[in-house]
Protein backbone atom coordinates (compact mmCIF):
# COMPACT_ATOMS: atom_id res chain seq x y z
CA UNK A 1 0.00 0.00 0.00
CA UNK A 2 0.75 3.53 -0.62
CA UNK A 3 0.72 5.92 2.11
CA UNK A 4 -0.50 8.21 -0.37
CA UNK A 5 -3.89 6.11 0.03
CA UNK A 6 -4.55 6.85 2.94
CA UNK A 7 -6.17 9.82 3.83
CA UNK A 8 -6.51 10.12 7.51
CA UNK A 9 -5.71 8.37 10.72
CA UNK A 10 -7.34 8.30 13.58
CA UNK A 11 -5.57 6.56 16.80
CA UNK A 12 -7.72 6.04 20.29
CA UNK A 13 -6.09 7.03 23.73
CA UNK A 14 -2.59 6.06 22.10
CA UNK A 15 0.48 6.20 24.27
CA UNK A 16 2.70 3.81 22.46
CA UNK A 17 4.25 6.52 19.94
CA UNK A 18 7.68 6.39 22.10
CA UNK A 19 8.13 3.20 23.05
CA UNK A 20 11.28 4.07 25.51
CA UNK A 21 8.70 6.40 27.38
CA UNK A 22 6.10 3.32 27.26
CA UNK A 23 8.61 0.92 28.56
CA UNK A 24 10.09 2.94 31.51
CA UNK A 25 6.56 4.88 32.26
CA UNK A 26 4.41 4.20 34.87
CA UNK A 27 1.14 4.45 32.81
CA UNK A 28 -1.68 2.09 34.67
CA UNK A 29 -3.37 1.96 31.30
CA UNK A 30 0.08 0.48 29.69
CA UNK A 31 1.97 -1.23 32.26
CA UNK A 32 5.77 -1.14 31.07
CA UNK A 33 5.66 -4.83 31.46
CA UNK A 34 3.77 -5.13 28.20
CA UNK A 35 5.90 -2.93 26.06
CA UNK A 36 9.23 -5.01 27.52
CA UNK A 37 7.58 -8.15 26.15
CA UNK A 38 6.49 -6.87 22.87
CA UNK A 39 9.85 -4.74 22.06
CA UNK A 40 12.43 -5.83 23.81
CA UNK A 41 14.26 -5.68 27.65
CA UNK A 42 16.56 -2.58 28.95
CA UNK A 43 19.57 -5.40 27.29
CA UNK A 44 17.93 -6.35 24.10
CA UNK A 45 17.38 -2.42 23.64
CA UNK A 46 20.76 -1.48 24.48
CA UNK A 47 21.69 -4.57 21.81
CA UNK A 48 19.37 -3.79 19.17
CA UNK A 49 18.22 -0.10 19.55
CA UNK A 50 14.59 -1.84 19.60
CA UNK A 51 12.80 0.51 21.19
CA UNK A 52 13.26 3.69 18.83
CA UNK A 53 13.00 1.61 15.53
CA UNK A 54 9.68 0.32 16.70
CA UNK A 55 8.60 3.86 17.83
CA UNK A 56 5.88 5.59 15.20
CA UNK A 57 7.39 8.56 16.88
CA UNK A 58 10.61 8.11 14.59
CA UNK A 59 9.39 7.33 11.22
CA UNK A 60 6.37 10.41 11.42
CA UNK A 61 7.29 13.44 9.39
CA UNK A 62 4.93 15.72 7.63
CA UNK A 63 4.63 13.84 4.44
CA UNK A 64 2.24 11.27 6.75
CA UNK A 65 -1.60 11.07 6.62
CA UNK A 66 -3.36 13.74 8.55
CA UNK A 67 -4.68 12.42 11.70
CA UNK A 68 -6.52 13.18 14.55
CA UNK A 69 -5.68 12.32 18.05
CA UNK A 70 -8.74 11.13 20.78
CA UNK A 71 -7.06 10.66 23.92
CA UNK A 72 -8.27 10.52 28.12
CA UNK A 73 -7.79 13.97 29.77
CA UNK A 74 -4.56 12.99 31.41
CA UNK A 75 -1.59 15.17 31.00
CA UNK A 76 1.35 12.92 30.44
CA UNK A 77 -0.77 11.15 27.55
CA UNK A 78 -2.28 14.14 26.18
CA UNK A 79 1.23 15.35 26.30
CA UNK A 80 2.36 12.34 23.84
CA UNK A 81 -0.45 13.02 20.95
CA UNK A 82 0.77 16.72 21.21
CA UNK A 83 4.31 15.66 20.63
CA UNK A 84 3.18 13.24 17.75
CA UNK A 85 0.90 16.24 16.26
CA UNK A 86 3.82 17.77 16.19
CA UNK A 87 6.41 15.54 14.52
CA UNK A 88 3.50 15.09 12.21
CA UNK A 89 3.26 18.96 11.62
CA UNK A 90 0.20 19.45 12.77
CA UNK A 91 -1.54 21.79 15.31
CA UNK A 92 -2.25 21.31 19.12
CA UNK A 93 -6.01 21.12 18.36
CA UNK A 94 -5.56 18.20 16.64
CA UNK A 95 -5.40 16.42 19.85
CA UNK A 96 -9.04 16.40 21.44
CA UNK A 97 -9.16 15.23 25.27
CA UNK A 98 -12.25 13.78 26.38
CA UNK A 99 -13.15 12.58 30.02
CA UNK A 100 -12.70 9.24 29.79
CA UNK A 101 -10.87 6.45 30.40
CA UNK A 102 -9.05 4.42 27.93
CA UNK A 103 -11.57 1.82 27.67
CA UNK A 104 -14.46 4.41 27.89
CA UNK A 105 -12.28 6.04 24.54
CA UNK A 106 -13.46 2.71 22.84
CA UNK A 107 -16.83 2.32 23.92
CA UNK A 108 -17.85 5.83 23.28
CA UNK A 109 -16.95 5.80 19.45
CA UNK A 110 -20.06 5.85 17.33
CA UNK A 111 -22.48 5.44 20.74
CA UNK A 112 -25.48 6.88 20.59
CA UNK A 113 -25.15 7.81 24.26
CA UNK A 114 -21.62 9.52 23.66
CA UNK A 115 -21.94 12.82 25.74
CA UNK A 116 -18.45 13.25 25.09
CA UNK A 117 -16.59 15.02 21.78
CA UNK A 118 -15.37 11.28 20.67
CA UNK A 119 -17.98 10.92 18.02
CA UNK A 120 -18.64 14.45 17.07
CA UNK A 121 -14.67 15.28 16.69
CA UNK A 122 -14.59 11.78 14.83
CA UNK A 123 -17.54 12.04 12.26
CA UNK A 124 -16.02 15.82 11.32
CA UNK A 125 -12.64 14.70 10.65
CA UNK A 126 -13.63 11.71 8.23
CA UNK A 127 -16.06 14.01 6.64
CA UNK A 128 -13.33 16.44 5.94
CA UNK A 129 -11.10 14.20 4.45
CA UNK A 130 -13.46 12.80 2.46
CA UNK A 131 -14.47 16.05 0.92
CA UNK A 132 -10.57 16.94 0.01
CA UNK A 133 -10.50 13.87 -1.48
CA UNK A 134 -10.27 13.88 -5.11
CA UNK A 135 -10.57 12.07 -8.10
CA UNK A 136 -7.40 11.47 -10.19
CA UNK A 137 -8.21 13.41 -13.45
CA UNK A 138 -6.08 14.05 -17.12
CA UNK A 139 -6.38 17.05 -19.43
CA UNK A 140 -4.96 16.84 -22.50
CA UNK A 141 -3.72 20.71 -23.21
CA UNK A 142 -1.92 20.32 -26.73
CA UNK A 143 -3.06 17.64 -29.74
CA UNK A 144 -2.06 17.23 -33.34
CA UNK A 145 -5.31 18.36 -35.86
CA UNK A 146 -7.57 15.77 -36.80
CA UNK A 147 -5.82 15.52 -39.99
CA UNK A 148 -2.16 16.17 -39.87
CA UNK A 149 -0.12 16.50 -43.26
CA UNK A 150 3.12 14.25 -44.10
CA UNK A 151 5.67 15.52 -46.55
CA UNK A 152 6.71 13.20 -49.25
CA UNK A 153 10.13 11.96 -50.15
CA UNK A 154 11.24 13.70 -52.76
CA UNK A 155 13.05 10.52 -54.39
CA UNK A 156 10.53 7.75 -53.63
CA UNK A 157 7.64 10.05 -53.10
CA UNK A 158 6.86 7.97 -49.90
CA UNK A 159 5.30 9.66 -47.17
CA UNK A 160 8.29 10.92 -44.76
CA UNK A 161 7.30 10.15 -40.88
CA UNK A 162 6.67 13.40 -38.68
CA UNK A 163 6.97 13.55 -34.93
CA UNK A 164 4.04 14.99 -32.94
CA UNK A 165 3.99 16.29 -29.72
CA UNK A 166 1.07 15.73 -26.94
CA UNK A 167 1.01 17.57 -23.98
CA UNK A 168 -1.55 16.95 -21.04
CA UNK A 169 -1.52 17.33 -17.29
CA UNK A 170 -3.19 15.11 -14.18
CA UNK A 171 -5.00 16.62 -11.55
CA UNK A 172 -6.29 14.92 -7.76
CA UNK A 173 -4.68 12.01 -5.43
CA UNK A 174 -2.59 11.58 -8.46
CA UNK A 175 0.48 8.80 -8.53
CA UNK A 176 1.56 9.47 -12.48
CA UNK A 177 0.16 9.18 -15.28
CA UNK A 178 0.59 6.48 -18.36
CA UNK A 179 0.30 6.75 -22.17
CA UNK A 180 0.12 4.64 -25.44
CA UNK A 181 -0.16 5.14 -28.75
CA UNK A 182 -1.95 2.94 -31.00
CA UNK A 183 -1.93 -0.37 -30.01
CA UNK A 184 1.12 -0.18 -27.75
CA UNK A 185 1.64 -1.06 -24.24
CA UNK A 186 0.48 1.97 -21.68
CA UNK A 187 3.78 3.51 -20.32
CA UNK A 188 4.37 5.88 -17.43
CA UNK A 189 4.89 9.11 -19.03
CA UNK A 190 5.41 12.79 -18.83
CA UNK A 191 4.05 15.98 -20.28
CA UNK A 192 4.88 16.47 -23.26
CA UNK A 193 5.28 13.43 -25.05
CA UNK A 194 6.70 12.76 -28.60
CA UNK A 195 5.84 10.22 -31.11
CA UNK A 196 7.27 9.39 -34.06
CA UNK A 197 4.07 8.74 -36.79
CA UNK A 198 3.28 7.12 -40.01
CA UNK A 199 0.41 7.38 -42.52
CA UNK A 200 -3.30 6.32 -41.61
CA UNK A 201 -5.14 6.80 -38.09
CA UNK A 202 -4.32 6.82 -35.17
CA UNK A 203 -5.11 7.16 -31.85
CA UNK A 204 -3.19 8.36 -28.66
CA UNK A 205 -4.62 7.62 -24.73
CA UNK A 206 -3.36 8.87 -21.60
CA UNK A 207 -4.14 7.95 -18.04
CA UNK A 208 -3.70 8.62 -14.55
CA UNK A 209 -2.93 6.66 -11.23
CA UNK A 210 -4.64 5.75 -8.21
CA UNK A 211 -1.77 6.11 -5.89
CA UNK A 212 -2.50 2.20 -5.37
CA UNK A 213 -1.17 2.26 -8.44
CA UNK A 214 -5.04 1.54 -10.06
CA UNK A 215 -5.37 3.31 -13.85
CA UNK A 216 -8.16 5.85 -13.76
CA UNK A 217 -10.45 7.05 -16.62
CA UNK A 218 -8.50 7.59 -19.74
CA UNK A 219 -8.42 10.28 -22.63
CA UNK A 220 -8.58 9.57 -26.30
CA UNK A 221 -7.08 11.91 -28.94
CA UNK A 222 -7.54 10.26 -32.70
CA UNK A 223 -6.20 11.68 -35.68
CA UNK A 224 -4.89 10.77 -38.88
CA UNK A 225 -2.26 10.90 -40.94
CA UNK A 226 -1.40 11.97 -45.07
CA UNK A 227 0.70 12.44 -47.26
CA UNK A 228 0.41 15.79 -49.35
CA UNK A 229 -1.06 16.19 -52.76
CA UNK A 230 1.30 16.85 -55.27
CA UNK A 231 1.26 19.92 -56.64
Same mark, same amino acid.
Given at each position: ?????????????????DIEKSVVGSDP?????????????????????????????????????????????? *????????????????????????????????????????????????TTFVADRLARY???????????????????????????????????????????????????? *?????????????????? *????????????????????????????
Open positions: MDRRQILGAIPLDTGAFDEPSLLFGNAFGSLAENAATNSWETASPLTWADSADPRHLFIVQNV *FPRINRQVEMATRLGQESSSVVAVLLNHSGVNRAVGSPTDTTQTTPAILEPQVKVTKRPANVVQLARNARSEKPVRRVLSFAFNGSGNISGLQCRLDGAA *FRNCSSPRRYTIGPGGHS *FRVRPLYPSGRPGEEKLVKFRAVARKRR
